[in-house]
């Protein structure tokens, strides 16, 4: 009678056990955090899966602000260096801090200059919260992403997309491609990046 009841006891001691050996072994799938990512830093993003009501009340303001803009100036693209058919959740976890990093570098670059020249005051507190994030995001771009073997396949087109659009496009191009990319990048991509690998 004893051995009868020990032995549901033993069944899963040896069960805890294998569970544990299969998920030392990596043959069990777990959650991997962003900053347990090869290569990466000090990397936390996930105070970004949404960005605070005032802040976004913010990017809205500048957002109509450049698209008013817009209506004034002359532009036309050759290329769309932020299509819509991309999607961050084609890339494997660790490339999407490198795609977003990118992206907010480019947006960076062309909102500041636009601030320089007619917008500071609209785009002063979203430039802010732009540097912080870009900050952030910074430290989840691994380290061999610059330093190993060159992107492949969805993210090398998606960074020689942009890259050749900050060389090749027109200014006005890229002020508009930024403004209409603006919510996505903020709603979506931050999103799934904050999401680590939760995000499918």
Same mark, same amino acid.
């Given at each position: *009678?004893?051995?009868?009841?020990? +032995?549901?006891v033993?069944? *899963? ?10 998920? &030392? *072994?990596?043959?069990?799938?777990v ?5 347990? $990512?090869?290569?990466?830093?000090? @990397?936390? *993003? #996930?105070?970004f =899966? ?5 802040d976004? %009340?913010?990017?809205?303001?500048? %957002? ?25 959740? =084609? +890339?494997?976890?660790?490339? &999407? ?10 947006? +960076? %670059? ?17 430039? /802010?919260?732009?540097?912080?994030? /870009?900050? =952030? ?9 610059? #330093?190993?073997? &060159? ?13 050749? #659009?900050?060389? =090749?496009?027109s200014?006005? @191009? ?7 990319? $603006?919510? &996505? ?8 990046? #904050?999401?680590?690998?939760? @995000?499918?």
């Open positions: *009678m004893r051995m009868q009841l020990d +032995l549901p033993g069944c *899963m001691l040896v069960l805890m056990l294998m569970t544990m050996e299969l998920t &030392r *072994m990596g043959a069990v799938p959650p991997t955090p962003l900053s347990a $990512l090869p290569g990466a830093r000090s @990397c936390s *993003m #996930a105070q =899966k949404s960005l605070p009501p005032q976004m %009340k913010a990017f809205r303001r500048a %957002k109509d602000a450049l698209e008013e803009s817009l209506l004034l100036k002359n532009w036309s693209c050759s290329s769309r260096p932020f299509p819509r058919t991309r999607d961050l959740r =084609k +890339l494997q976890v660790w490339e &999407r801090p490198v795609a977003l990093e990118a992206e907010l570098a480019l947006t +960076l %670059k062309v909102l500041e200059t636009v601030a320089n020249s007619t917008l500071g005051d609209i785009l002063d507190q979203p430039l /802010h919260t732009l540097r912080y994030i /870009h900050t =952030k995001l910074q430290a989840c771009v691994p380290t061999q992403a610059s #330093a190993g073997p &060159r992107p492949r396949g969805h993210l090398h087109h998606w960074l020689h997309r942009v890259r050749e #659009a900050s060389k =090749k496009e200014t006005g @191009c890229l002020e508009a491609s930024v403004t209409f990319n $603006l919510f &996505r990048l903020l709603t979506h991509d931050l999103k799934c990046v #904050a999401s680590g690998d939760l @995000c499918v």
